[in-house]
C-alpha cells in the first residue's frame, strides 16, 4: 500500500507541473508565466498590449509577474529553482548572460524566428537567451539645469557635479550594471581610481531604474544613467527636447535584452509559444513606443519621436564574466 501511495503522489506531481514537458493539467495548460521587470509590466509599458496580441494569435492567455528589476527578475528564479514557477524570464541582458547560464534555471530553445535576428544582436549561439530588444546606455541630462552639459565621463568627477548625478545599483538594475559595464570598458585598469575620483558626484544609487528615473524627472539631480531613447520618449509624450541623451566620444555600451526558457517550467510548450510571439511582426511593433528600446526585427519602422535618440558612433563591449568583481570594487569603494 505504501508503494502504491508514493507512485499515485508520484503520477499527481507529474501532472500537475508536467516535468517541464509542457504537458500540463487545468488552466495552467492554457497560461503562460512571465516573470518581467516593472517597467515592462507598467500601465504604460508594453505588457498590456502584448497580453491582448498574444492570446489573440496563440490561445494562451500570459500572467505577467513584476520581480523588481531584471537583476531581480533572475534572483526569483534561482530561488524556485527546484520548483519553478515562471515558464520564461524577460529582460536577462548581455551583462547578465554569464550569470543566467551559471545559475542553471534557464534552458536552451532556439525558436524558427530567431533566424531573423541580425548576427551583431544575437545573445547566445546556443539560444539559452534570445534577443527581442536593445538600446543604447547613455546619460540623460536636464537642460534646464545650472551645471555646464558633460562632454565625457571624465567630466562627470568634476566639482561642478558634486552629488549631481543619480546611478542605479547594479546589483539588481541593469542600467546599473550599465554603468559599471561603460566605465569599466573605458577605464580598464584605472577602474578602482575612476570610482574613487567619482564618488564624490553620486547623489544616489536607486534599486531600479523607474525609482532612480522618477528621482532625475523629479528634479533631484540633472543627470541619470538610462538609454538614448529616453530623449525620444520624452519628445514623444511631453513634446518637450528638454532632456537630451549625451553621445561621448568615448563611446558606449549597448544593452540587448533576453528572454529564456525556464528549465522544468510547468508550461514550456506555452513558454516556447511565447518566445515565438516576442519575434513575431506584430510583437515586435508594440516595443518602439512602450519599452522606449529598439526591436530585434529590422522591417519594425520606428516612429518620428527616435529622431532625438542619437546612435553611439562607438559600441562598448566587456566580458560579461568581469563585471561580478568589477561590482564588488565599485561597491567597496562606495561603502555598500
Not at 506531481?13 to 509590466?41: C, K, W
Not at 505577467?64 to 530561488?79: E, I, K, Y
Not at 544575437?122 to 546619460?139: C, E
Not at 543627470?223 to 541623451?245: F, N, P, Q
Request: glycine share 6%; hydrophobic share 40%.
Amino acid at each position: 500500500m505504501k508503494r502504491l501511495f508514493v507512485i499515485c503522489m508520484l503520477i499527481s506531481v507529474a501532472l500537475l507541473y508536467g516535468a517541464g514537458t509542457g504537458e500540463v493539467s487545468g488552466a495552467r495548460q492554457n497560461e503562460v508565466v512571465v516573470y518581467a521587470y516593472d517597467s515592462f509590466i507598467a500601465e504604460w509599458g508594453p505588457a498590456p498590449q502584448l497580453e491582448k496580441l498574444f492570446t489573440e494569435k496563440t490561445g494562451y492567455t500570459v500572467r505577467f509577474v513584476s520581480a523588481g528589476d531584471a537583476a531581480q527578475v533572475l534572483s526569483r528564479a534561482v530561488l524556485e529553482k527546484k520548483k519553478p514557477v515562471a515558464d520564461v524570464l524577460l529582460g536577462i541582458d548581455n551583462n547578465l548572460l554569464t550569470r543566467a547560464r551559471d545559475s542553471g534555471v534557464l534552458e536552451p530553445y532556439k525558436s524558427p524566428s530567431a533566424s531573423d535576428i541580425p548576427s551583431e544582436l544575437v545573445l547566445a549561439q546556443d539560444y539559452i537567451l534570445t534577443s527581442y530588444d536593445w538600446g543604447y546606455f547613455a546619460l540623460i541630462y536636464d537642460t534646464h539645469s545650472s551645471v555646464p552639459e558633460p562632454r565625457s565621463l571624465e567630466d562627470l568627477t568634476k566639482p561642478d557635479y558634486h552629488k549631481r548625478l543619480i546611478l542605479m545599483d547594479p546589483r539588481t538594475s541593469t542600467p546599473g550594471l550599465g554603468f559599471v559595464a561603460w566605465t569599466l570598458a573605458v577605464y580598464q585598469n584605472d577602474f578602482d581610481d575612476y570610482w574613487k575620483r567619482l564618488k564624490p558626484s553620486i547623489l544616489t544609487m536607486a534599486p531600479g531604474w523607474d525609482s532612480g528615473y522618477g528621482l532625475f524627472t523629479a528634479g533631484e539631480a540633472p543627470l541619470v544613467i538610462s538609454y538614448t531613447t529616453s530623449a525620444a520618449y520624452h519628445l514623444e509624450y511631453d513634446g518637450s527636447s528638454r532632456y537630451k541623451a549625451l553621445i561621448f566620444d568615448q563611446g558606449h555600451p549597448i544593452q540587448i535584452e533576453g528572454m529564456g526558457l525556464v528549465r522544468d517550467a510547468p508550461n514550456s510548450r506555452g513558454g516556447k509559444a511565447f518566445i515565438d510571439f516576442m519575434l513575431s511582426p506584430e510583437a515586435q511593433a508594440v516595443l518602439p513606443l512602450t519599452q522606449w528600446m529598439y526591436p530585434v526585427s529590422p522591417s519594425v519602422t520606428l516612429p518620428s519621436s527616435y529622431v532625438a535618440a542619437p546612435h553611439a558612433s562607438k559600441k562598448l563591449f566587456v566580458d560579461p564574466a568581469s563585471l561580478a568583481p568589477a561590482t564588488r570594487k565599485m561597491l567597496s569603494i562606495l561603502g555598500n
